[in-house]
């Protein structure tokens, strides 16, 4: 099948506000790329340099690129940083605003096929190599793109990622809750903790109504049971002078993040002071976190770094079993409040 930009990709410059209220404007580009495995609907931001990777993101279930990234990508000091790369945000298929039903027989691809759609698109936009910021699905998604084509991942920032597959205690509880829950429910419990979803009303109101309302519900079901038919990511720790240039793992720096009541909190570190949703509710200190990241990997005339960080990095072992990651916090003065509204 070729792989075109489709003819109704459109241009427009984009009004961008931080959450200061000062505004800039950027170059946004949207676009439908037909890959083997479908069409994805991709917004870019800026326009992707040669001498330095383009910023890959990719949302969780329930979410699209906006309502899971713009409180990050609008907060004042990512916008320091993002100034100094392009943006390539990815919208899992039928999960963008206003997006059509699927008709009836629709195949949606698995995680695996997920990440194979992304080097087409990479290819048509002219994007060399790329960070990449997931959450959830995305992040177990982008993984699975770093393992197969690690020549394209430079970073991973993997928020709320779980690598195991659904074991069977875990398969048992979802049909328990599959036979007296509506997918909305699920992925709230997905998304936020049973203390959260009791006290934190605001938000919690307003991602009900997302997910309820802004995406075609067949569609929202299709990825949601993807993610939940993932297999576990499959990798190994390399053992320096034995195995380490055979070993099937991450070839990239990766930084591991969760907030500390997250339900994802048993698989990875956590954020100090936050939910579910670490991009939404502390954006500053992710902010603060990724630059710190982006200098270690040698991008450090993108940062303005005043002050100091904790912050725990996996080595190219890749990502540990959760009894091996160990559990530390992000100490970041000044963390913000939650947004009025998260996109």
Same mark, same amino acid.
């Given at each position: 099948?070729?792989?075109?930009?489709?003819?109704?990709? #459109?241009?427009?410059?984009?009004?961008?506000?931080? +959450?200061?209220?000062?505004?800039?404007?950027?170059?946004?580009?949207? +676009?439908?790329?037909?890959?083997?495995?479908?069409? @994805? +609907?991709?917004?870019? $931001?800026?326009?992707? $340099?040669?001498?330095?990777?383009?910023?890959?993101?990719?949302?969780?279930?329930? @979410?699209?690129?906006?309502?899971?990234? /713009?409180?990050?990508? /609008?907060? !004042?000091?990512?916008?320091?940083?993002?100034?100094?790369?392009?943006? @390539?945000?990815?919208?899992? &298929?039928?999960?963008?605003?206003?997006?059509?039903?699927?008709?009836?027989? =629709?195949?949606?691809?698995?995680?695996?096929?997920?990440?194979?759609? %992304?080097?087409?698109?990479?290819?048509? %936009?002219?994007?060399? #190599?790329?960070?990449?910021?997931?959450?959830?699905?995305?992040?177990?998604?982008?993984?699975?793109?770093? %393992?197969?084509?690690?020549?394209?991942?430079?970073? @991973?920032?993997?928020?709320?990622?779980?690598?195991?597959?659904?074991?069977?205690?875990?398969?048992?509880?979802?049909?328990? #809750?599959?036979?007296? #829950?509506?997918?909305?429910?699920?992925?709230?419990?997905?998304?936020?903790?049973?203390? !959260?979803?009791?006290?934190?009303?605001?938000?919690?109101?307003?991602? $009900?109504? +997302?997910?309820?309302?802004?995406? &075609?519900?067949? /569609?929202?079901?299709?990825? =949601?049971?993807?993610?939940?038919?993932?297999?576990?990511?499959?990798?190994?720790?390399?053992?320096?002078?034995?195995?380490?240039?055979?070993?099937?793992?991450?070839?990239?720096?990766?930084?591991?993040?969760?907030?500390?009541?997250?339900?994802?909190?048993?698989?990875?570190?956590?954020?100090?002071?936050?939910?579910?949703?670490?991009?939404?509710?502390?954006?500053?200190?992710?902010? !603060?976190?990724?630059?710190?990241?982006?200098?270690?990997?040698? =991008?450090?005339?993108?940062?303005?770094?005043?002050?100091?960080?904790?912050?725990?990095?996996?080595?190219?072992?890749?990502?540990?079993?959760?009894?091996?990651?160990?559990?530390?916090?992000?100490?970041?003065?000044? &963390?913000?409040?939650?947004?009025?509204?998260?996109?």
């Amino acid at each position: 099948m070729s792989e075109l930009l489709s003819a109704g990709s #459109s241009k427009e410059l984009g009004l961008i506000q931080n +959450h200061t209220g000062s505004s800039h404007f950027t170059f946004c580009q949207e +676009h439908d790329v037909e890959t083997s495995h479908g069409v @994805l +609907h991709v917004t870019m $931001r800026g326009v992707a $340099r040669g001498n330095r990777p383009t910023i890959l993101t990719f949302h969780d279930i329930g @979410l699209n690129h906006k309502s899971c990234f /713009n409180s990050l990508f /609008n907060y !004042e000091d990512m916008q320091e940083v993002t100034q100094h790369f392009s943006v @390539l945000h990815v919208d899992a &298929p039928g999960q963008q605003e206003n997006a059509a039903v699927f008709p009836t027989g =629709y195949q949606y691809p698995n995680m695996d096929e997920l990440a194979e759609m %992304l080097p087409s698109v990479l290819t048509q %936009l002219q994007v060399k #190599s790329v960070i990449g910021i997931g959450v959830g699905a995305g992040a177990c998604i982008l993984t699975k793109l770093a %393992l197969t084509q690690p020549s394209l991942v430079e970073g @991973l920032v993997l928020i709320n990622i779980d690598p195991c597959a659904k074991g069977w205690v875990d398969w048992a509880a979802s049909k328990l #809750s599959g036979w007296t #829950s509506n997918l909305v429910d699920i992925i709230m419990a997905h998304h936020f903790s049973t203390d !959260e979803l009791t006290e934190n009303k605001e938000i919690i109101q307003t991602y $009900r109504l +997302h997910i309820s309302q802004d995406i &075609p519900q067949e /569609n929202l079901a299709m990825f =949601y049971n993807s993610y939940d038919s993932r297999t576990e990511l499959q990798m190994e720790r390399p053992v320096l002078g034995l195995n380490e240039n055979t070993v099937h793992t991450l070839r990239c720096p990766a930084l591991l993040v969760v907030g500390d009541t997250s339900p994802a909190v048993d698989a990875v570190v956590s954020m100090a002071d936050c939910g579910g949703l670490p991009q939404v509710v502390q954006p500053g200190k992710l902010a !603060e976190a990724f630059k710190y990241f982006v200098q270690g990997m040698g =991008y450090s005339d993108c940062c303005c770094l005043p002050v100091s960080i904790n912050v725990t990095f996996s080595t190219p072992g890749g990502i540990p079993s959760s009894e091996l990651i160990p559990k530390s916090r992000f100490n970041v003065s000044n &963390p913000c409040s939650p947004a009025q509204s998260p996109w």
